[in-house]
């Protein structure tokens, strides 16, 4: 049975080194992640089931679009989704840059896989959205093409991640793409306003306009919280993974290995 307990023993740790933060080191941070995903996955399959009933069962169909409007329950959470785990990924490959930093740059391969699942789920139900809406399942709109820019920066950053054979190198350059990605949240956020696009404008404002508002929002915000607890339950998972991969060779790994077994 794998069980989370305190680990035994001490580690060494540089004096100045990032790793003197409290869970820092990767072994220190190891037990707190397993906590952090389970308890995180039971908030978003909560958040997330009471979400999609609002979405398709108490909220009303839409006046102009009528029942193709509950995409939006899925549509914008994982939109807005995407773009909070590029920050945040971004964030932590700035850090990786920092000395002696080990958890930084697992936080980087942690995140990427989730992001890019948010990504393409935006696109995928906008897709389904723009068919009965727009007559087309895609357009070059500078919104979308914006969102399909950082599905690719996400899956650069996978791609580099899992070919390159030395991962201290695969880290820094897909640190490198993570940062040089950045500039394009601004310009998905503020294309509504820079351009004119086909693309609906703000969703709130729109569904107030069209007076759908009421259960709507509540379910919205429902959904994103729960992707935003998902997001952190995924990224702990694999990042538990991936300490294990980079410390097999500690004791304390190794012991934790056989308790598994």
Not at 97 to 113: I, Y
């Amino acid at each position: 049975m794998v069980t989370d307990r305190p680990l035994q023993g001490s580690v060494a740790v540089p004096a100045g080194s990032l790793e003197r933060l409290a869970y820092g080191a990767p072994r220190l941070f190891f037990p707190l992640a397993g906590k952090l995903a389970g308890w995180c996955m039971l908030i978003a399959v909560a958040l997330c089931g009471v979400g999609l009933y609002i979405g398709f069962f108490v909220a009303p169909a839409e006046r102009g679009q009528g029942e193709v409007f509950r995409i939006v329950f899925l549509h914008v959470p994982a939109a807005w989704m995407s773009l909070f785990i590029y920050v945040v990924m971004s964030f932590w490959a700035a850090m990786s840059l920092l000395p002696q930093a080990r958890m930084p740059a697992l936080m980087v391969r942690a995140l990427a896989p989730t992001g890019a699942m948010f990504a393409f789920l935006a696109l995928g139900t906008g897709a389904l959205w723009g068919k009965p809406a727009w007559g087309t399942w895609w357009t070059w709109d500078p919104r979308l093409t914006a969102e399909f820019s950082l599905l690719c920066f996400f899956l650069v950053c996978i791609a580099v991640q899992t070919a390159m054979g030395d991962t201290r190198r695969a880290d820094r350059l897909s640190t490198l793409v993570a940062l040089a990605g950045l500039f394009n949240i601004p310009v998905i956020y503020a294309s509504l306003r820079w351009w004119l696009i086909v693309h609906q404008g703000p969703s709130f404002a729109e569904l107030g306009v069209r007076g759908s508002i009421g259960w709507v929002p509540v379910g919205i915000l429902l959904m994103t919280l729960g992707f935003w607890a998902y997001s952190i339950a995924a990224a702990m998972v694999r990042v538990r993974c991936l300490i294990l991969l980079q410390e097999r060779h500690a004791a304390w790994a190794i012991d934790y290995a056989k308790e598994a077994q």
